[in-house]
């Protein structure tokens, strides 16, 4: 269901289109004479943007988020191609549950602003949030995220994440180095921060974690004291170094990172061994993930780069504090020191 | 409002789910799904319809979630001939046909039939037992089940000592890995039934192997309740004698005994749902908040506080509980039988399908609230809720608007909606709009399905992950069954010595005029839900 653009784009107007759209939506309870619509919201999720195809994908992935996230969404695109400076249009996702008569509506905001505007984009957010919830905020602006992002990028994002409980990015197009710096740097800032990169390795960490549900295992756990991890990169991509610190930190192994081919980027085989045991979790095509360990046998995973609504769902999930990205995370930047 | 409440829930069940300290130190219970150990599940009365309608259909379930290992296998015994394949086929059936809200994928059953297999035989033959310890061994060779067994009791009632005698006889209670055993309800017919039973389980098992499942506690808004009182700071406060006037457990159904007349002939309304399921729902409404959040210590409220309600006198009983049955109507144009017309059912059957009983807590928080609970069969509606009734202000200075435009002696209400529609709605006065300050209550509602956008786990679910994974938090321990027993065995003997003029309500009300008597000595109404 979608609403006029509103321009200029005032926080009021934007306000009382979604007003209206509620209103609309009750008319049709009216006439079915029951309950129709249920308005749902948990958070707000402001996604910023600088993609080519003026927040499409974004406004996409949100609509599917909303299904486990109910939230009043904000699409803030920021492009060149921008009609006006600033300008918003409303409109209600609305789905209706397996068996159930009655939809589940969300709000969402699209907004777009020319990258000169999109900082004072800011302010308006800032009225535009649900009170009370908490307010995510999901950087796909690539420019914003870059170390050598200009001031209005900077200051756009600066402003944003003030409002935010979490600041969630994707590291994946930076160096590590820089993604660590960047995220270290929020960090700093009291920020709570999330990185998909690190979402991206549950499908690792899980089944390695799994293992050492076995008792025997744990006791030895101190034990293990070498960590080898192949990528495919020349230099450890930052989930190399997030899975090196998430599994050497409590045992201080030492890590090794060996460049190595593989079926796709990234990382191909982990060797995590101890005097008497070795556990080797390895890519063994492009869809299967072997683990195998010296005293135990061999279990094959099924392996798919999980999608972004994907990601961003578990990530949603994790409110507050993520103390093993925490760790991996601090541990990642001593391993890069 | 449905913001807030959300919030709130939110909030309190991530303070719920904090972890203990963990030994694994790389578990991330923040993502990674609940482990399950591999394990062998048998379940006895594998045909009947329980394992048909929610046991199989939970368990492809949680195997397409992935939410049980890899390494697990299902024997199914029952006394029908069949083969895995039979076997197999059959489950399909089922599983596709009762599957609650989730989608049935043909090749994820292809590879969940692999881990299905059977085998027939008489609970009471010994033969049964050595071909069901054979089929044990081949899958934990080749479902790597690592001698982990859970058996599920899914039998007749009267099946249970011997079927768990015949365990300990052939040495099935123990073996490489852990052996546990959920037994379904009705634990006992009665006190002494019950402990009698129990005494029968404890020659072969420990009390730690025991799960004795009440499915109403493996709700998600049941174990809601937990979070709502205990994770959140602000009702706790009122949640005492001071501020609550009463509170209302309704379990209300619209159908009948449904081709089960044969069996709640013999078990009543009373039984059926009082002593377990509702009593189970007080418990966890009235307990105090335990010290950690673990099996043993929510147990032990849970326990402590069923020791705490009074045992009602034998003289008592026909002022403190109600029994009802139902009786023909026509409801929509549908001309309903009265529960003496139902199939297998005696035309002269004493049997209560609607019971309510007032509690008193006898402790310091709950003094003399009385706790109304009522349930019955062929009520207007499906519908499963507590209400906290809280006192009105001292003073009402406000004129109020109701629908019979009578006065609403006490506005705050607190309603925990366990089914349909799962959720919370808390109802106050309002300011209706326009001149002059007239008042009306309102609703403010958090609904679970919205707020939590992802798909409720069945109780079965639940219940069967933490079976597997050794967490007895949900399932109710011997005390608990002693205590519930304890509440209402007097007025099942008072009943079962009473000639009652049935039946006393017509389908598709609200259950019998003395229900409404019981209320109003009290000062109460019920509620209409």
């Not at chain 1, 999980?306 to 990530?315: H, R």
């Not at chain 2, 046909?97 to 027939?120: G, H, M, N, R, T």
């Not at chain 2, 310890?133 to 790597?144: N, T």
């Amino acid at each position: 269901m979608s609403s006029t653009i509103i321009f200029p784009a005032q926080p009021e107007q934007i306000l009382k289109g979604l007003g209206k759209l509620w209103t609309s939506l009750g008319e049709e309870e009216k006439h079915q004479g029951r309950p129709t619509v249920l308005r749902a919201c948990a958070m707000t999720l402001i996604v910023a943007t600088d993609e080519a195809d003026a927040g499409f994908a974004a406004s996409q992935t949100i609509s599917e988020l909303m299904h486990e996230h109910p939230a009043r969404g904000i699409v803030l695109a920021v492009s060149p191609d921008a009609e006006n400076d600033l300008q918003a249009r409303v409109l209600a996702q609305c789905w209706k549950p397996f068996g159930k008569a009655q939809q589940i509506c969300c709000e969402q905001i699209e907004i777009t602003a020319k990258p000169a505007n999109w900082q004072n984009a800011a302010p308006m957010l800032a009225a535009l949030t649900v009170a009370d919830l908490p307010v995510i905020f999901w950087c796909r602006h690539q420019g914003a995220v870059k170390e050598n992002a200009c001031f209005t990028d900077k200051a756009a994002m600066e402003a944003i994440a003030k409002l935010s409980t979490k600041v969630i990015v994707d590291t994946s197009g930076m160096t590590s180095p820089e993604g660590v710096s960047f995220l270290t740097k929020w960090q700093a800032k009291g920020k709570l921060v999330a990185d998909l990169e690190w979402t991206r390795l549950t499908p690792w960490r899980e089944p390695l974690a799994h293992l050492f549900d076995d008792a025997t295992r744990q006791n030895k756990f101190a034990t293990f004291d070498t960590l080898e991890i192949e990528h495919t990169e020349d230099n450890p991509p930052i989930q190399a170094l997030y899975l090196a610190g998430w599994l050497s930190a409590p045992c201080k192994a030492k890590v090794i990172f060996r460049k190595a081919t593989g079926f796709g980027p990234g990382i191909q085989r982990v060797n995590f061994r101890s005097d008497e045991e070795s556990i080797e979790f390895e890519r063994t095509s492009a869809e299967c993930v072997t683990l195998w360990s010296s005293a135990g046998r061999e279990r094959k995973y099924t392996f798919g780069q999980p999608n972004v609504t994907a990601l961003m769902t578990e990530e949603l999930a994790v409110a507050g504090f993520d103390p093993a990205f925490h760790m991996a995370l601090e541990r990642a930047r001593e391993l890069l020191a | 409002m449905n913001n807030l409440l959300g919030l709130i829930i939110k909030e309190a069940m991530s303070v719920l789910v904090q972890p203990l300290p963990e030994v694994n130190p790389l578990q991330d219970s923040l993502r990674f799904a609940r482990r399950v150990p591999p394990c062998a599940i048998v379940i006895f009365g594998a045909s009947g319809d329980l394992s048909k309608r929610k046991l199989l259909p939970s368990l492809y379930r949680l195997f397409y979630e992935r939410r049980i290992s890899q390494n697990f296998a299902v024997i199914g015994s029952s006394r029908t001939p069949m083969s895995d394949d039979q076997f197999r086929e059959r489950m399909k059936e089922s599983v596709s046909k009762f599957l609650e809200d989730a989608p049935f994928d043909e090749d994820i059953w292809k590879s969940f039939a692999q881990c299905l297999f059977y085998v027939a035989g008489d609970l009471n033959d010994e033969a049964s037992y050595e071909g069901l310890k054979k089929k044990l061994d081949e899958v934990e060779k080749s479902h790597q089940t690592a001698g982990n067994v859970l058996f599920y009791l899914s039998t007749q009632p009267s099946y249970y000592a011997e079927a768990i005698k015949k365990l300990g006889a052939h040495q099935l209670q123990k073996g490489n890995g852990w052996r546990r055993v959920i037994i379904e309800k009705p634990f006992g017919h009665d006190l002494n039934s019950a402990r009698k039973l129990n005494d029968e389980i404890h020659q072969v098992l420990d009390e730690s192997d025991v799960y004795r499942i009440d499915h109403y506690l493996g709700k998600e808004t049941v174990q809601n309740i937990l979070a709502f009182r205990f994770g959140n700071g602000i009702f706790e406060p009122l949640w005492n004698r001071r501020y609550v006037d009463n509170v209302q457990i309704t379990a209300a159904e619209s159908i009948g005994v449904e081709g089960r007349g044969g069996y709640y002939q013999e078990a009543g309304a009373l039984r059926d749902m009082i002593q377990n399921h509702l009593s189970q729902v007080m418990a966890t409404i009235a307990m105090e908040p335990p010290t950690v959040f673990d099996a043993a210590n929510v147990r032990d409220e849970r326990a402590k506080l069923l020791r705490a309600v009074r045992v009602v006198k034998p003289d008592d009983v026909a002022k403190y509980a109600v029994a009802g049955q139902y009786g023909p109507a026509n409801v929509g144009g549908q001309d309903l039988p009265g529960f003496r017309q139902e199939k297998s059912v005696d035309p002269n059957a004493q049997t209560d399908t609607y019971a309510a009983v007032t509690f008193f807590i006898d402790n310091w928080r709950w003094a003399d609230v009385p706790f109304y609970i009522r349930t019955g069969k062929r009520m207007p509606k499906r519908v499963t809720d507590i209400a906290i009734q809280f006192n009105a202000p001292p003073l009402g200075l406000f004129s109020q608007e109701t629908k019979g435009g009578l006065r609403e002696a006490r506005p705050n209400l607190l309603v925990l909606r366990i089914q349909p529609e799962e959720g919370i709605s808390l109802r106050f006065l309002s300011k209706s709009p326009g001149s002059g300050m007239r008042v009306r209550p309102v609703s403010m509602d958090f609904n679970y399905g919205s707020s939590f956008g992802e798909r409720t786990p069945t109780a079965y679910e639940t219940l069967l992950v933490d079976a597997m994974a050794g967490d007895p938090t949900l399932y109710t321990r011997q005390d608990m069954v002693d205590a519930s027993w304890q509440i209402v065995q007097p007025i099942l003997d008072v009943w079962g010595n009473t000639k009652f003029d049935f039946p006393n309500y017509a389908a598709g009300t609200w259950g019998p005029k003395a229900s409404d008597e019981m209320l109003a000595r009290q000062g109460h109404v019920w509620r209409v839900p």
